[in-house]
Structure formats: C-alpha cells, structure tokens
C-alpha cells in the first residue's frame, strides 16, 4: 500500500551534513520525496510535533534541540513508506537499538540527538504531514 511519511532530519544531521546521506539512502531504497524544505523550527511548531512527550522529562530539552538549528523537512512516498523510512532510520537510541548500516547506527552516539525523525504509524504520519506541510 502506497503511504506517505514524514522525514526530518534534525539540527545535529544538518549541521554534520548529512542531508545528502540521508536523502540519498530514502532515493536509494525506491520512495519518491514529494516535498523537501529547509527552514527553522520555533517553539510552537516543535511543541505541536512532539505533543505526545509533553511531560516527559526530556520534553523541555527536545524542544530546546529542535529548535537549535535548521531542519530539514519532507515527505517521502512509496509502498510502506512509514515502516521503510523507519528501517533506514534505526530505534531511537543510536548505540543500544539502532542498527549498523541505519542512519543512527552509522552515525549517531546519543538518544536526543539521534539524526533524524520519521512518523511511526499512519496516524502520526498523517497528523505530521499536516502540520510540516499544510499545503501538499
Ligand atoms: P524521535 O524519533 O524524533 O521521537 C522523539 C524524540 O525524542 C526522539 O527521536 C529523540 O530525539 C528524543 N528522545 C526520545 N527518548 C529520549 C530520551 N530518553 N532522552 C532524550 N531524548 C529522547
């Protein structure tokens, strides 16, 4: 089934330039990008995108991070796009549950600052997409 997921690729991938390497392996692995920007996150946008961790100890520093920088959004399309992206992606934590050859896996050290975001169900995608790209 055709889907469609968000893609961020967060301040610490940009900043380490690793927009190409994150792009190139969603090309590489067969989804179509359908919308690609560039832009900076402010405190409202990050709060809404990460609405289900208000509360959680990290909430404050992970808007903090979010916001440090520009961010690269987009949204990729393809047959399971959700899960596929997630695969490139690796688990949240770099060292403990990402694997080698994902994108954490081969260049991430920490949980918060972990390179990169993807949506992780078809609600969340669909919720995310709305708010990262009201227009598409
Ligand atoms: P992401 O996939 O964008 O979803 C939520 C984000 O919160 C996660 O990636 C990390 O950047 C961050 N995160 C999740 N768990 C922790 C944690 N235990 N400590 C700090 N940051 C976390």
Redesign the pocket.
């Given at each position: 089934m055709t889907e469609r997921t968000l893609v961020?690729v967060?301040p610490d991938g940009v900043a380490r330039n690793l927009i190409g390497e994150c792009l190139a392996r969603i090309e590489r692995k067969g989804l179509k990008l359908v919308a690609v920007e560039l832009r900076t996150v402010d405190r409202a946008l990050a709060a809404q995108h990460?609405a289900?961790?208000d509360g959680?100890?990290?909430f404050e520093?992970?808007l903090e991070?979010?916001t440090s920088g520009p961010v690269l959004a987009a949204v990729a399309e393809g047959p399971r796009a959700i899960a596929a992206w997630r695969q490139l992606?690796g688990g949240?934590?770099p060292v403990e549950k990402a694997a080698p050859g994902s994108i954490r896996g081969d260049f991430g050290l920490?949980?918060?600052?972990?390179l990169?975001?993807?949506s992780?169900s078809p609600e969340s995608s669909a919720r995310e997409i709305k708010l990262w790209f009201p227009d598409l």
């Open positions: 961020l967060k990460y289900e961790h959680k100890p990290f520093s992970l991070f979010i992606a949240t934590d920490e949980t918060q600052a972990n990169v975001h993807g992780d």
